[in-house]
């Protein structure tokens, strides 16, 4: 019998995307059919969205919806099955999903998806199960629990705890919740709303992007204030690592890359190299390649790593980077790019092109997040033969088999990881990285293993197939 779930988030690839989120929620529907699991998916009407809708028609209306007009509007696009939450009031802006032009917040986030939170509970009614993803869909779940008709089980998804949806408690008369919901036990967070907190109060089950990182967020290190909640609801949450679309993300088909290739056919790589050097004003040479494709914050160790930079040109080693975020890292990178021309280049911004091609080309990916809920730039290095150079933490320490003496004699180690978010743990790292890539059959070992470990999303679909089946069993609490 085929279980049909309402998938909601603010983002999904291939429709609009800032981060790994989008890839999850893009890559759900094809990971759980093989499940009986129909995953329809309820998105924000972005510009973007409504405008490649295919064979659209209008599921609702909405005269009033938390004070503006809104259409459910359903219909197909970039291969999912989408209902779009049309309210141009809402959603109808230029800029991106969460802030505007001038880069910040867009001030009337908080309305903007308790309305997608609103609107999806009601979708979520005629289905058998809500999955909402992080702060911005999370209010769904708090919706079901406060609403008068039975409550369709839910899931909540955190793929990051370190944005916990939190507005002022002004905010609470406009989201239609009865008063009895702000209570610590309901949406209350420190004396506001937390979106994120309500939905993990109110969830059947709660997930995180990786097993380690499900652990962690126990301790006020990595909580954001809601260790607490997680650790009464412990028995209610489930570490489910990632997967990545291996179709899209295949270097032996990437159109992206200068030169396909497989674990067979490792040297074609060189080819992807000089593409990279070429598009970063590298000096061409044989010697290691590091590269980041990341966001560049103080959460993903940049700051760490723009102040070793020096030091990896002093080991021999050179850096592509590609990203942005903090200006004071934007600058800083940009900086040591101007100190060591040829041997460090820097492009501010994002582009899935180039980020494909950085993993097809670069040696070595540098990740040292001071937490990572899951990660997926590891698994695309792991996928490409581009072996990382990580912190131990959340799913990075899940995913990554650190090249130790026993790991190498034994031919298992796929990466580097090191403890502790300090230059002198990512510079001994690097040296590590460093010396095993003077060892030609060393590193071509580190390759070829993370090359065949399976980073596909069938495993993972069917542990969330599993889930949702159990919530809905007849003996589910």
């Given at each position: ?459 993972s679909g069917q542990r969330y197939a599993e889930l949702y089946k159990r919530l809905l069993a007849p003996s589910a609490e």
């Open positions: 019998m085929t279980v049909h779930v309402l998938s909601v988030a603010s983002e999904a690839y291939p429709l609009i995307k800032t981060g790994g989120l989008a890839d999850v929620v893009g890559a759900l529907p094809a990971a759980l059919a093989p499940h009986d699991v129909r995953l329809t998916t309820m998105l924000p009407g972005y510009p973007a969205v409504m405008t490649a809708l295919e064979k659209s028609q209008v599921l609702h209306r909405y005269k009033d919806l938390l004070g503006v007009e809104a259409r459910l509007v359903v219909g197909a696009a970039g291969g999912l099955e989408i209902i779009a939450l049309d309210a141009p009031a809402l959603f109808t802006r230029e800029g991106g999903p969460y802030s505007g032009p001038d880069g910040k917040d867009w001030p009337d986030n908080g309305l903007r998806f308790a309305a997608l939170g609103r609107a999806a509970a009601d979708v979520a009614r005629a289905t058998d199960l809500l999955h909402a993803h992080d702060w911005q869909a999370a209010m769904a779940a708090a919706y079901l629990r406060f609403g008068k008709e039975a409550a369709t089980p839910s899931v909540v998804t955190i793929h990051n705890i370190a944005f916990p949806g939190y507005f002022p408690a002004q905010i609470f008369p406009a989201l239609g919740l009865p008063p009895e919901a702000f209570t610590i036990e309901g949406v209350e967070y420190f004396g506001g709303v937390g979106f994120l907190k309500a939905g993990l109060q109110a969830a059947d089950a709660i997930t995180t992007v990786s097993p380690t990182y499900a652990e962690e967020i126990r301790e006020p290190e990595f909580g954001m204030g809601l260790e607490g909640l997680i650790t009464a609801r412990r028995e209610r949450v489930f570490g489910i690592v990632n997967g990545i679309d291996t179709a899209i993300w295949n270097p032996a088909s990437d159109q992206n890359l200068a030169a396909v290739y497989d674990a067979r056919t490792l040297r074609a790589r060189s080819e992807n190299r000089r593409a990279v050097e070429a598009a970063f004003g590298l000096t061409e040479s044989d010697g290691p390649l590091f590269c980041v494709v990341s966001r560049l914050t103080e959460q993903k160790g940049m700051d760490i790593l723009a102040a070793v930079t020096d030091a990896l040109v002093a080991m021999g080693g050179r850096l592509a980077v590609l990203g942005s975020g903090d200006a004071k890292l934007e600058a800083a990178f940009t900086a040591a790019a101007a100190r060591h021309p040829g041997r460090i280049g820097v492009h501010i911004g994002y582009d899935e092109a180039l980020s494909h091609l950085l993993q097809g080309g670069a040696d070595a990916i540098v990740i040292p997040s001071r937490f990572e809920p899951c990660g997926l730039t590891q698994l695309y290095g792991l996928r490409y033969g581009c072996v990382p150079v990580a912190a131990r933490t959340g799913g990075l320490a899940d995913t990554i088999v650190d090249a130790n003496e026993a790991a190498l004699a034994s031919g298992v180690a796929t990466g580097f990881l090191f403890d502790g978010v300090t230059e002198d743990g990512l510079s001994h790292a690097l040296q590590r990285a460093i010396t095993a890539f003077g060892h030609r059959e060393r590193w071509r070992s580190l390759q070829k293993q993370g090359m065949k470990a399976d980073f596909s999303w069938g495993r």
